[in-house]
């Protein structure tokens, strides 16, 4: 079953502090793995995009780490800041070169910044 | 720039009503798509688009019509309301879901509920 898992679930840092959320998946055929994030009342918004060869991209703030090996990812948040604060959604996109591709999405983690 | 922009923003429908949920974009993307994202799950593909007079059904089409007859507008139709349907809905877009990894614009949403 095409399955992506995200913990923890929520999580409450202080201001200016690092965080790291992480992304499972048994996904097949992979395709790519993307970061979102979701400002709550709002639309998810693309951070990074990774293809099968890519095992860091960064974004800003934010790097994203993928091993295909281990079908795992994370997303690791420098500096934290009060804008900070929303869901990180990990989305897999599963598929070859052509066609549709139907995106599989976790249910997100969400991100509290503390003051 | 207006991006992918949905309409209405809320909506409140008695069971049994119909409506149209509108999306649009202006990136000349060649697929959209709909989803419907409900608490504790990640979001789940209703209908998708790869160009003007072709669509097809996603995962949980049943209760849902689409059409997509110019490249800029893919509207949504719920046939009869029921209570099920309560949830929160965005439309994406994006020029390819290719390897490379193109970039999925989301809307903001709209938020529906059936009562």
């Known amino acids: 079953k095409n399955q992506v898992e995200q913990s923890p679930q929520s999580l409450i840092i202080l201001e200016g502090k690092n965080c790291t959320l992480q992304?499972?998946?048994?996904?097949?055929?992979?395709?790519?793995l993307r970061w979102y994030k979701q400002d709550t009342g709002r639309g998810p918004v693309s951070l990074t995009i990774?293809?099968?060869?890519?095992n860091t991209k960064s974004n800003g703030r934010y790097t994203a780490t993928l091993d295909a090996d281990t079908k795992q990812s994370s997303l690791h948040i420098t500096a934290s800041q009060l804008s900070d604060s929303a869901s990180y959604i990990c989305?897999?996109?599963?598929?070859?070169?052509?066609?549709?591709?139907?995106?599989?999405f976790g249910t997100g983690t969400r991100l509290l910044v503390s003051p | 720039n207006a991006g992918v922009t949905q309409t209405p923003k809320f909506q409140v429908l008695k069971t049994g009503q119909s409506m149209t949920l509108q999306c649009a974009q202006d990136?000349?993307?060649?697929?959209m798509s709909w989803y419907r994202q409900d608490p504790g799950m990640g979001l789940r593909l209703i209908h998708y688009?790869?160009?003007?007079?072709?669509?097809d059904q996603g995962e949980v089409p049943n209760g849902y019509n689409v059409s997509r007859s110019t490249t800029e507008d893919f509207p949504l139709r719920l046939l009869s309301a029921a209570p099920s349907q309560t949830s929160v809905y965005f439309c994406a877009s994006s020029y390819s879901f290719g390897t490379g990894g193109n970039t999925i614009y989301f809307g903001e949403g709209s938020w529906l509920t059936v009562v």
């Open positions: 990774m293809t099968f060869s890519e």
């Open positions: 688009s790869v160009g003007a007079g072709i669509t």
């Open positions: 989305v897999v996109c599963r598929g070859r070169n052509t066609g549709f591709q139907k995106l599989v």
């Open positions: 990136m000349n993307h060649e697929y």
């Open positions: 992304c499972n998946y048994t996904v097949s055929p992979f395709s790519n």
